[in-house]
């Protein structure tokens, strides 16, 4: 059982930066891929991010590359979504998850935090 909590949302200005972190409880988080998703209201939740268990491999969705980084500390028990140059359309409650391998749906995720609100003004 993996329990995660998400932090650091908040309302910035578009061409800001957020830095989002998610901890897990539990001693087994090393074993985890962790991914974050967001989910504009009305729109179907979506894939964001997506790191392995050493954090040597990620994965971006095409619309965030070059503007957001995900990455892990496995002694934090804490995985992170460095997010840059933010866009209104960036908009949207951020979740991380978790699972034993990498993936980009969300269905095949095991494990959720309760998501924190990301809101760029234009």
């Known amino acids: 059982q993996v329990q995660l909590v998400e932090f650091g949302g908040g309302l910035v200005q578009a061409g800001a930066s957020l830095r989002l972190s998610c901890a897990a409880s539990?001693?087994?988080?090393?074993?985890?891929?962790m991914g974050w998703f967001r989910q504009a209201p009305g729109k179907e939740r979506e894939f964001v991010a997506v790191?392995?268990?050493?954090?040597?491999?990620?994965y971006y969705t095409d619309s965030v590359k070059g503007r957001f980084a995900i990455s892990r500390d496995n002694t934090k028990n804490t995985v992170y979504l460095q997010m840059n140059s933010l866009k209104p359309e960036d908009t949207a409650v951020y979740y991380c998850?978790?699972?034993?391998?990498?993936?980009?749906?969300?269905?095949?995720?095991?494990?959720w935090g309760q998501g924190t609100q990301v809101t760029v003004s234009s």
């Open positions: 790191i392995n268990q050493s954090g040597s491999s990620t």
């Open positions: 998850a978790a699972r034993p391998g990498m993936a980009v749906k969300y269905d095949e995720y095991d494990y």
């Open positions: 539990g001693r087994t988080f090393s074993s985890y891929c």
